[in-house]
Structure formats: structure tokens, C-alpha cells
């Protein structure tokens, strides 16, 4: 094969399988449906919203990153991206259905307790448990892909025994503990060299269970440790992702941006290196909120956290429908 045909083959089997996706909805008459999904919460009910592509579809539950995240992945910490809205309907143009989640006490799950801080990395794989089984219940499917985004996957690992699970996608994930994921992401912004030391010390804090005393801080760091937080990452940091992945037996994609600014190549390398049966695929020019960023200008990456206009980068649904397809088939 020619040095030309053989840098084509993959853009061509790309191309195939998009339109074999496509013809196959439009065989189906497939026009995803939205609607809205409930299941039960410790208080109240949890919500989402079900993309429902065709009653055999297979179905992706969407486990969002931290903090007030909602279930199109925004916050109103300036995230508007909406990167969960824009992949549910990317995958359900690909026959692929999804369920995107607003986590216990937040947004559309807020009656589910009564205090949405008061929670940890255990109560939210209990929750992704909950929806698992509600998902099946509610859909008929025989089991649910489990999508983690950042923070979400560390969530899906916690909860990746459950099963009911068909695999694992886990998207801008971390690899390391969180005390390490943050020292790399204050360090890597050069002007957060004033404040460094101070965040050093508070996180160290708080990987020894001690609580930070903020009024000590500088109040550019109160948004990151505010008290109310402080249990919840002293929980977080107690979980390594890598000797979680090593545990989990099932399909596994680890998918990550070589221009993301949050969590690094290196997470995604560190969890392939604990599970040697799952899959790694590095995406030049995607970022964390997945969408598409040819420049190295920080600025100029976290326009796009803004733009919901902009539209994903095509290969984060391309590879996803793609491992989906194929593992389902191979079952």
C-alpha cells in the first residue's frame, strides 16, 4: 500500500462508519427524542434528561465534572460551553442514546438533599448506581455506558463494579490524586505565583484532614477553598483513579485532549498504565470543555469555556460512537 493510501485508510474507515451509523438511524427513523428522567435520591428525586435516539439504542449515562456543574456541563462559574448538551446530540445522530445528570442537591436534583456540599465521591458513585439501574428500568436496555467527564470519572471509577455497567468512557479524567491534579494546575498558570505557596499549604491541609483556616488566606483562593467545600475535598483526595482503574475488568476508553488545561496526558497515561486492557486515545487540539483549539494562548483556550455556539471537536464523538459500536457488537 502506497504511503498515500495508507495515511487515507483511516479517514476513509472514519467516513464508513460515520455513514454507516447515519443510514442506520435514518433506517430506524431515528429522530432523538428528548425528555425528562427522574430516579430516586436520598430526599427527593434525581434528574436528568433522556436523548432517546431508538428503543434498542445502547445508552450513555453522562456523569458530570466538579462543582455546580449541570447536566449540559455548564456552571455559573463562567462555563458555558455546554459540552454534555452538544455530545448527547452528536451521539444520538449516531444512534447512540444518552443520559446527562444534574448531581444530588444542584439544578434539577436539588430537592434530593438538603445540603448539596454536604456529600462525597461515594455518595455520587451510589447515585450513578441508582441511575444505572433507574436507566435500565426505564429504557429496557440490558446495560448503560458510563461517561465520565474530569471529576465524573473519578466518580465512575468509584462506582465501576456495579453490574449493570456496560464499560467505562472516561474523558479529561484524572489519573492522579486530586491534591497532585491541583498543585500541577496552580503551578502551570504563571500568575498564580503570589498566591502558590499559600495553595500549597492549604492543600497539603487538607490531604492531612485538616480544615484551612481562610481567613488566613488570600481572598483569591477563598473560591477554591471555601469552608463549605473543604469536606468534600478532604474525601476527594482520598481516592487514587489509577488503583481504581486496575480494579475495573470491563471495556474501558480513556480519551484526553492534548490541549487541555485542567487535567493532563499524563493522567490519561497514568490510568492506561494501571489497566492494560483498556484503551487510550490522545486527541490533538482538543481542550477540556472538548472542543477544538489549534493555538497555545491560554486566553485564547478558555474563550471557548464560553461558546456554546462553537461546536465539539468532531473526533471526541467520532471516537466515542466508535468504541461503543464495536464492543457492543463484539458482546
Known amino acids: 500500500m502506497s504511503r498515500v493510501h495508507a495515511h487515507l485508510l483511516p479517514l476513509l474507515l472514519t467516513v464508513i462508519f460515520a455513514l454507516m451509523v447515519d443510514i442506520a438511524a435514518i433506517a430506524h427513523g431515528v429522530t432523538p427524542i428528548e425528555s425528562t428522567i427522574e430516579v430516586p435520591g436520598p430526599l427527593?428525586?434525581?434528574?436528568?434528561?433522556?436523548?432517546?435516539?431508538?428503543?434498542?439504542?445502547?445508552?450513555?449515562?453522562?456523569?458530570?465534572?466538579?462543582?455546580?456543574?449541570?447536566?449540559?456541563g455548564n456552571n455559573?462559574?463562567?462555563?458555558?460551553?455546554?459540552?454534555?448538551?452538544?455530545?448527547?446530540?452528536?451521539?444520538?445522530?449516531?444512534?447512540i442514546s444518552s443520559v446527562r445528570i444534574d448531581k444530588r442537591g444542584m439544578f434539577g436534583s436539588a430537592r434530593a438533599v438538603s445540603d448539596a456540599n454536604s456529600v462525597t465521591i461515594g455518595d455520587y458513585a451510589a447515585d450513578l448506581r441508582t441511575w444505572v439501574t433507574g436507566i435500565r428500568a426505564q429504557t429496557g436496555a440490558r446495560?448503560?455506558?458510563?461517561?465520565?467527564?474530569?471529576?465524573?470519572?473519578?466518580?465512575?471509577?468509584?462506582?465501576?463494579?456495579?453490574?449493570?455497567?456496560?464499560?467505562?468512557?472516561?474523558?479529561?479524567?484524572?489519573?492522579?490524586r486530586l491534591g497532585e491534579v491541583l498543585r500541577e494546575q496552580l503551578r502551570s498558570?504563571?500568575?498564580?505565583?503570589?498566591?502558590?505557596?499559600?495553595a500549597l499549604d492549604a492543600i497539603a491541609g487538607l490531604e492531612a484532614g485538616k480544615s484551612v483556616d481562610v481567613t488566613k488566606l488570600n481572598p483569591a483562593l477563598l473560591p477554591l477553598f471555601q469552608p463549605a467545600v473543604q469536606s468534600f475535598m478532604r474525601d476527594a483526595m482520598t481516592y487514587d483513579p489509577a488503583k481504581l482503574i486496575s480494579?475495573?475488568?470491563?471495556?474501558?476508553?480513556?480519551?484526553?485532549?492534548?490541549?487541555?488545561?485542567?487535567?493532563?496526558?499524563?493522567?490519561?497515561?497514568?490510568?492506561?498504565?494501571?489497566?492494560?486492557?483498556?484503551?487510550?486515545?490522545?486527541?490533538?487540539?482538543?481542550?477540556?470543555?472538548?472542543?477544538e483549539v489549534t493555538s497555545d494562548d491560554r486566553a485564547v483556550n478558555f474563550a471557548t469555556y464560553g461558546d456554546a455556539a462553537l461546536p465539539l471537536a468532531p473526533s471526541v464523538p467520532e471516537a466515542i460512537a466508535e468504541f461503543i459500536a464495536r464492543r457492543t457488537n463484539a458482546r
Open 189 to 198: 498558570n504563571p500568575a498564580n505565583a503570589s498566591i502558590l505557596d499559600e
Open 143 to 176: 446495560c448503560v455506558w458510563v461517561l465520565g467527564h474530569s471529576e465524573g470519572g473519578l466518580v465512575a471509577l468509584a462506582a465501576a463494579q456495579e453490574t449493570g455497567i456496560c464499560g467505562l468512557v472516561l474523558i479529561s479524567s484524572p489519573g492522579r
Open 44 to 72: 427527593g428525586p434525581l434528574q436528568g434528561t433522556l436523548l432517546a435516539a431508538r428503543p434498542d439504542a445502547p445508552v450513555v449515562l453522562v456523569v458530570p465534572g466538579s462543582g455546580p456543574t449541570d447536566r449540559d
Open 76 to 95: 455559573p462559574l463562567g462555563v458555558k460551553a455546554a459540552p454534555y448538551r452538544l455530545l448527547a446530540e452528536e451521539l444520538g445522530r449516531r444512534g
Open 247 to 291: 480494579l475495573y475488568q470491563g471495556p474501558a476508553l480513556i480519551l484526553h485532549g492534548r490541549r487541555d488545561l485542567q487535567t493532563t496526558v499524563t493522567d490519561a497515561e497514568r490510568l492506561k498504565a494501571a489497566n492494560s486492557h483498556a484503551e487510550l486515545m490522545l486527541l490533538d487540539n482538543v481542550n477540556h470543555v472538548l472542543k
